[in-house]
């Protein structure tokens, strides 16, 4: 909608330049560092492909399942089933986090970020976007761009990529998390700490009276990021795939 035009005064074709910040390089939070951290992917259960996906810390996927979890109809059309803690290498050098949602046949991410980078952002629940705060209070999330990804143990982290699989951890069901252990229960404004407690339990322990969840039959590592396969991988006591480094 246009209002109060002057067709009198000429335009210049400079007026419609972009500004600088449109067009300049993405910041990146520095200084950096090559760590290991856990996040957690909700999915469905046939796909186990990190690859171009938003995960998140614990607060973090908590907020996020949360508004899910409000909505039945949106866990229906996403296929989400279960949720997955992975452990994760990454290097800290933070980017602008990016909309993620990668599947088989789906478009891998679609705004935000520069596809090298580790995407980080506070979840909703923040004022601040959090790329490079204290996002303890709100939850971290973090996009994995498949420009960045390790896809082989000779690249370097930091270097020519910036994050890769170490393992996947357990995988559990919604069923079990939501209806046996009640995390839809804590969804309520201020029950961010029962629901994060909820959640944290669900993974630690695998007995049902004791808060906890099985893990489920998954597919190995080996399997979904196919370039780490034969070489890279060894079983842990747990008979968890881990990837050497």
Same mark, same amino acid.
């Given at each position: 909608?246009?209002?109060?035009?002057?067709?009198?005064?000429?335009?210049?074709?400079?007026?419609?330049?972009?500004?600088?910040?449109?067009?300049?390089?993405?910041?990146?939070?520095?200084?950096?560092?090559?760590? @290991?951290?856990?996040?957690?992917?909700?999915?469905?259960? %046939?796909?186990?492909?990190?690859?171009?996906?938003?995960?998140?810390?614990?607060?973090?996927?908590?907020?996020?399942?949360?508004?899910?979890?409000?909505?039945?109809?949106?866990l229906i059309a %996403?296929?989400?089933?279960?949720?997955?803690?992975?452990?994760?290498?990454?290097?800290?050098? +933070?980017?602008?986090?990016?909309?993620?949602?990668?599947?088989?046949?789906?478009?891998?991410?679609?705004a935000g970020g520069?596809?090298?980078?580790? =995407?980080?952002?506070? @979840? &909703?629940?923040?004022?601040?976007?959090?790329?490079?705060?204290?996002? @303890?209070?709100?939850?971290? +999330? &973090?996009?994995?761009?498949?420009?960045?990804?390790?896809?082989?143990?000779?690249?370097?982290? =930091?270097? %020519?990529?910036?994050?890769?699989?170490?393992?996947?951890?357990?995988?559990?069901?919604?069923?079990?998390?939501?209806?046996?252990?009640?995390?839809?229960?804590?969804?309520?404004?201020?029950?961010?700490?029962?629901?994060?407690?909820?959640?944290?339990?669900?993974?630690?322990?695998?007995?049902?009276?004791?808060? =906890?969840?099985?893990?489920?039959?998954?597919?190995?590592?080996?399997?979904?990021?196919?370039?780490?396969?034969?070489?890279?991988?060894?079983?842990?006591?747990?008979?968890?795939?881990?990837?050497?480094?």
């Amino acid at each position: 909608k246009f209002e109060n035009i002057d067709a009198a005064t000429p335009v210049k074709l400079s007026d419609f330049d972009l500004p600088p910040a449109c067009t300049a390089p993405l910041s990146v939070c520095l200084p950096a560092e090559v760590t @290991s951290m856990d996040v957690y992917l909700a999915h469905a259960h %046939d796909y186990y492909n990190l690859t171009d996906q938003d995960v998140a810390d614990i607060p973090g996927d908590v907020a996020f399942l949360c508004l899910y979890l409000g909505s039945g109809s949106r866990l229906i059309a %996403d296929h989400y089933d279960v949720v997955s803690r992975y452990r994760i290498e990454v290097y800290t050098a +933070w980017g602008q986090y990016a909309l993620c949602d990668k599947y088989e046949s789906g478009p891998a991410c679609t705004a935000g970020g520069d596809n090298f980078h580790v =995407g980080r952002s506070a @979840s &909703f629940e923040h004022k601040f976007d959090g790329q490079c705060s204290d996002n @303890s209070e709100a939850g971290t +999330w &973090f996009s994995l761009p498949s420009g960045g990804e390790c896809t082989s143990t000779s690249r370097v982290i =930091g270097k %020519d990529c910036t994050w890769r699989v170490k393992s996947r951890v357990k995988t559990i069901t919604f069923e079990c998390l939501n209806n046996t252990q009640g995390l839809q229960l804590t969804c309520s404004p201020g029950m961010s700490p029962q629901g994060e407690s909820i959640f944290k339990t669900a993974f630690d322990n695998s007995k049902i009276e004791f808060g =906890g969840c099985p893990d489920v039959e998954a597919k190995k590592i080996t399997d979904v990021h196919s370039d780490y396969a034969n070489h890279a991988f060894k079983k842990d006591k747990r008979n968890v795939d881990v990837y050497m480094s």
